[in-house]
């Protein structure tokens, strides 16, 4: 059974980059280097050997890190085949239902469009650990920048998959404020507001607030919540469609 050592690199103002070590082979891959920089200093420290770059997005704080660190280790860049132009230097392109190895820890791969029209996640079942760019956030979910509502709430029903104690790797430290929009359209959710209560005693803490769990965003996640007749009501919208609740929910959101 092959395993991943999972290490959390803040960068930036709020992004978090991923180090992945591999057991079997030992070698290691990053999810989504926004910087080289403290990317290449972590792997110093822990003597680690990078040997892949998995991208899941095109946007800079996700990738503007690849040129320098490809150039320094050689590395194999992964990415999504339906963006391939606009992530820099993808020696293999992967897509929807695909699966990818990194070594003897298997993926799979789903496009998840809607953040981006070339978005996509990866899922290592045996490690427990989906790595979701920005489509979905502890408490929230991407904007819709380059797709529909409808592509983002199908993008992110796929993620249903997983199974509760499946850790959600996201991209960025957006928790609190999440959790304050999430009160503001759910705000009798007891579930909601017990863990609205430990990320700011977390954030408090100034300590991380991601991964989250699936099965505590199934519960309390809107934008997950999405097809639950109970947020439908609580919002006015009973008998719409899951979509036009999801579409309702991050139109909120984005003026919050």
């Given at each position: 059974?092959s395993?991943?050592?999972i290490?959390?690199?803040p960068?930036?103002?709020?992004n978090?980059?991923?180090?992945?070590?591999?057991?079997?082979?030992?070698?290691?891959?990053?999810?989504?280097?926004s910087d080289?920089?403290?990317?290449?200093?972590t792997?110093?420290?822990?003597n680690?050997?990078?040997?892949?770059?998995?991208?899941?997005h095109?946007?800079?704080?996700?990738?503007g890190?690849?040129?320098?660190?490809?150039?320094?280790?050689?590395?194999?860049?992964?990415?999504?085949?339906?963006d391939?132009?606009?992530?820099?230097?993808i020696d293999?392109?992967v897509?929807?239902?695909?699966?990818?190895?990194?070594?003897?820890?298997?993926?799979?791969?789903w496009?998840v469009?809607?953040?981006?029209?070339?978005?996509i996640?990866?899922?290592?079942?045996?490690?427990?650990?989906?790595?979701?760019g920005d489509?979905?956030?502890a408490?929230?979910c991407?904007r819709?920048?380059?797709?529909?509502?409808e592509?983002?709430?199908?993008?992110i029903?796929?993620?249903?998959e997983?199974?509760?104690?499946?850790?959600?790797?996201c991209a960025?430290?957006?928790?609190?404020a999440?959790?304050?929009?999430?009160?503001?359209?759910?705000?009798?959710n007891?579930?909601l507001?017990a863990y609205?209560?430990?990320?700011?005693?977390?954030?408090?803490?100034?300590?991380?607030?991601?991964?989250?769990?699936?099965?505590?965003?199934?519960?309390?996640?809107?934008?997950?919540?999405?097809?639950?007749?109970?947020?439908?009501r609580?919002?006015?919208?009973?008998?719409k469609?899951?979509?036009?609740?999801?579409a309702e929910v991050?139109t909120?959101?984005?003026n919050?």
């Open positions: 059974m395993t991943l050592e290490h959390q690199i960068t930036r103002s709020d978090y980059v991923y180090l992945l070590r591999e057991s079997s082979s030992g070698n290691a891959a990053v999810v989504d280097p080289a920089e403290p990317v290449l200093d792997l110093d420290m822990f680690w050997n990078l040997t892949h770059i998995l991208t899941t095109h946007h800079n704080d996700h990738v890190g690849v040129p320098e660190i490809k150039e320094k280790t050689g590395c194999t860049v992964v990415g999504p085949k339906a391939r132009d606009r992530i820099p230097m293999v392109e897509a929807d239902g695909e699966t990818f190895k990194l070594y003897e820890a298997e993926a799979k791969v496009d469009p809607g953040h981006t029209a070339g978005h996640a990866y899922w290592f079942a045996e490690s427990q650990a989906l790595f979701c489509t979905l956030f408490l929230g991407g819709v920048f380059e797709g529909t509502h592509q983002m709430y199908e993008s029903s796929k993620f249903k997983v199974p509760d104690d499946t850790w959600v790797y960025h430290e957006y928790t609190a999440n959790a304050r929009f999430a009160l503001h359209v759910d705000p009798d007891a579930a507001q609205a209560k430990q990320i700011g005693q977390r954030r408090d803490a100034g300590v991380s607030t991601v991964p989250s769990l699936m099965g505590v965003e199934r519960r309390t996640n809107p934008f997950l919540r999405a097809d639950d007749p109970e947020l439908a609580v919002l006015g919208m009973e008998g469609t899951p979509v036009e609740v999801f991050r909120q959101k984005d919050f």
